[in-house]
């Protein structure tokens, strides 16, 4: 059976990544880009049209047509939340971009997951809409949805609440839950749980008395 056409929501430096995975390692065919009309100032990305999100289904319908959102952690994840959720509403399948030869062959994992130069142990679950990239992921941790993870190393049994994001370098002892919508900055080690809405900087991994969602991210 033919596989479905592949439409990438983004045409930033995510985007770009996952266009060039699909291209080179892995067989769904990206035909399209598509971003909100709002940002919609090129109609061209990687000699592929780009279209906006409001009218998609005049050109790719669902059925034939599956959706890979690729932008970063703005707004705590929310804006990748909101597009992952419209575009389930108007009937769209979700691709998956996971290139790993080192993940657990039982991993439980939802759509919409990019996962890239990772290493995951057994019993690991992953939920939808979910971004890891250079990490090392210890047993029975649990990830849940639309959550932003690049380039950290956690112990076993570790918990990610939703939307969380966490930067380069960061350590995350074994057992240590992380609050939903919770930012842990580059390089903090954390080793007890986080309140949802924290922000963690890598300063002696101090927590700011802020929260979370008046970060804009990039």
Same mark, same amino acid.
């Given at each position: 059976?033919?596989?479905?056409?592949?439409?990438?929501?983004?045409?930033?430096?995510?985007?770009?990544?996952?266009?060039?995975?699909?291209?080179?390692?892995?067989?769904?065919?990206?035909?399209?880009?598509?971003?909100?009309?709002?940002?919609?100032?090129?109609?061209?990305?990687?000699?592929?049209?780009?279209?906006?999100?409001?009218?998609?289904?005049?050109?790719?319908?669902?059925?034939?047509?599956?959706?890979?959102?690729?932008?970063?952690?703005?707004?705590?994840?929310?804006?990748?939340?909101?597009?992952?959720?419209?575009?389930?509403?108007r009937g769209y399948g979700f691709a998956d971009?996971?290139?790993?030869?080192?993940?657990?062959?039982?991993?439980?994992? &939802? +759509? /919409? @997951? $990019? #996962?890239?130069?990772?290493?995951?142990?057994?019993?690991?679950?992953?939920?939808?809409?979910?971004?890891?990239?250079?990490?090392?992921?210890?047993?029975?941790?649990?990830?849940?949805?639309?959550?932003?993870?690049?380039?950290?190393?956690?112990?076993?049994?570790?918990?990610? &609440? +939703? /939307? @969380? $994001? #966490?930067?380069?370098?960061?350590?995350?002892?074994?057992?240590?839950?992380?609050?939903?919508?919770?930012?842990?900055?580059?390089?903090?080690?954390?080793?007890?749980?986080?309140?949802?809405?924290?922000?963690?900087?890598?300063?002696?991994?101090?927590?700011?008395?802020?929260?979370?969602?008046?970060?804009?991210?990039?």
């Amino acid at each position: 059976m033919e596989k479905n056409k592949i439409v990438i929501y983004g045409t930033g430096l995510q985007a770009e990544q996952v266009w060039y995975f699909f291209k080179h390692y892995l067989a769904g065919k990206v035909v399209a880009f598509t971003v909100d009309k709002d940002f919609y100032n090129v109609t061209e990305f990687r000699g592929l049209p780009v279209i906006p999100f409001e009218t998609i289904e005049e050109k790719y319908p669902p059925g034939n047509t599956d959706l890979f959102v690729a932008i970063g952690p703005q707004y705590m994840n929310l804006t990748r939340q909101r597009i992952y959720k419209e575009g389930k509403k108007r009937g769209y399948g979700f691709a998956d971009c996971k290139l790993d030869n080192s993940i657990y062959p039982d991993l439980k994992c &939802g +759509k /919409n @997951a $990019f #996962i890239h130069a990772s290493k995951i142990a057994p019993f690991v679950s992953v939920k939808e809409n979910v971004f890891l990239q250079n990490c090392n992921i210890g047993h029975h941790t649990r990830i849940e949805e639309n959550v932003f993870i690049n380039s950290v190393t956690m112990g076993g049994a570790v918990v990610i &609440g +939703k /939307n @969380a $994001f #966490i930067g380069l370098g960061a350590v995350l002892g074994p057992k240590v839950h992380i609050g939903a919508y919770s930012f842990i900055g580059m390089g903090c080690i954390v080793n007890q749980d986080t309140k949802p809405y924290s922000v963690l900087t890598s300063r002696k991994t101090k927590e700011r008395n802020i929260n979370s969602l008046k970060l804009k991210l990039c």
